[in-house]
């Protein structure tokens, strides 16, 4: 058995439930790690003795953070797109088509070097869950092949094949749907865990979004939706009303689309880098914790609307933008993220969970907030092993 310490933790976040404190904080903590699973936690130099250890030197240790939203396999560049929009040009989502013709004409080797560049991204900025997505191919090989890719690094990939509605099927979105629902399903679901669609206006509406996720379902998959991005919309009632997981976006948001979720399981995903990169609204996300809604907080990273792979970017914005707390923000992008996967193994410090966890380079959690764009993460574990340390590539 291979056996790592973790001593000397100055704040241990731990998001051990039933406790009146969410992060269920311990102080002058240490935590044993045994063949990827949190093994032990409790005080320094209570500790066994362990192959590997881990000073922590006072610092904040987190859960690694999870991020349930991402659309990682994709070839080409939007930065154009985004100059247009910050010199004031709207958001439509209408670039997703140029992403579809970059990824298409990509060889599968271009497509696994970014996703392993990006994945690297994740690890230095703490993340060590995360779902990506199809939905760049919009063709049946190419879907397929996206998530044969994504499937190489992560257990947590979703069919996205129902993303926009590609040129060629623009006069008859119906058949599209169908093509969704039959070939491109049957080719997909071997590498997928998740099914999603994006109902929007100029996407999917309500009527087409049930019926991928319904197909999805059929086959196995669990569903996920993209849902009230754009506008007031269908989205989130319909994911609740189907069981998803989880309802992403949640831009805009009335009454009973909050009573909704308020009265089911289906977390809402708040993506605040895409408010942030397209000058939108941000979600309400005060009202959701308010109304009791499991709330999770995820990146969005894509080339269009959120090219982020920071999640304590992402916490900042949502205490700063969102109102949410520093202990709110960081629970969000952790557990909250776990439960939008309907995890219980990640997004936590306790025993037996995935020995997934973070140094910080401050004493406390609070600094992922109170300093914004610093590069605070100073060690990674990823299931029990060092992923990442400041000065070691």
Known sequence: MTSLLVDRIGELVTNEPGGRDPLAIRRDAAVVVVDGQIAWIGPTGGAPACDVRVDASNRAVIPGFVDSHTHLVFAGDRSGEFA???????????????????????????????????????????????????????????????????????????????????????????????????????????????????????????????????????????PRLHANQLGDGPGVRLGVELGAAAVDHCTHLSDADIDALAGGDTVATLLPGVEFSTRS??????????????????????????????????????????????????????????????????????????????????????HLAYRPGVPLVHTVVANGEIAYQQGNS
């Not at 013709?101 to 995360?130: C, I, K, V």
């Open 281 to 366: 609204p941000y979600p309400p996300a005060r009202r959701l914790l308010d109304a009791g809604v499991t709330v999770a907080l995820a990146t969005d990273c894509n080339p269009g609307s959120s090219f982020t792979s920071s999640m304590p970017f992402c916490v900042a914005l949502a205490v700063r933008e969102m109102h949410l707390t520093p202990a709110e923000a960081l629970w969000c992008a952790t557990a909250g993220g776990a439960a939008a996967l309907r995890r219980t193994d990640v997004g936590t410090i306790t025993a037996g969970a995935s020995a997934d966890l973070v140094v910080l380079d401050a004493p406390s959690h609070v």
């Open 84 to 222: 247009a929009r910050m010199a004031g040009e709207p958001y439509t989502g209408g670039g997703i088509r140029r992403t579809v013709a970059a990824t298409n004409a990509a060889p599968d080797t271009e497509l696994s070097a970014n996703l392993a560049y990006l994945q690297r991204e994740l690890t230095r900025q703490g993340t060590t869950t995360f779902e990506t997505k199809s939905g760049y191919g919009l063709g049946v090989d190419t879907e397929a092949r996206l998530l044969r890719i994504a499937r190489g690094v992560t257990p947590e990939t979703t069919f996205l094949g129902a993303h926009v509605v590609p040129d060629e099927y623009k006069d008859r979105p119906d058949d599209y749907v169908a093509l969704v629902c039959g070939p491109m399903l049957d080719a997909c679901a071997p590498h997928a865990r998740w099914v999603d669609a994006f109902c929007e206006r100029g996407a999917f509406d309500a009527d087409q979004s049930r019926a991928v996720l319904t197909a999805g379902v059929a086959v196995g998959l669990a």
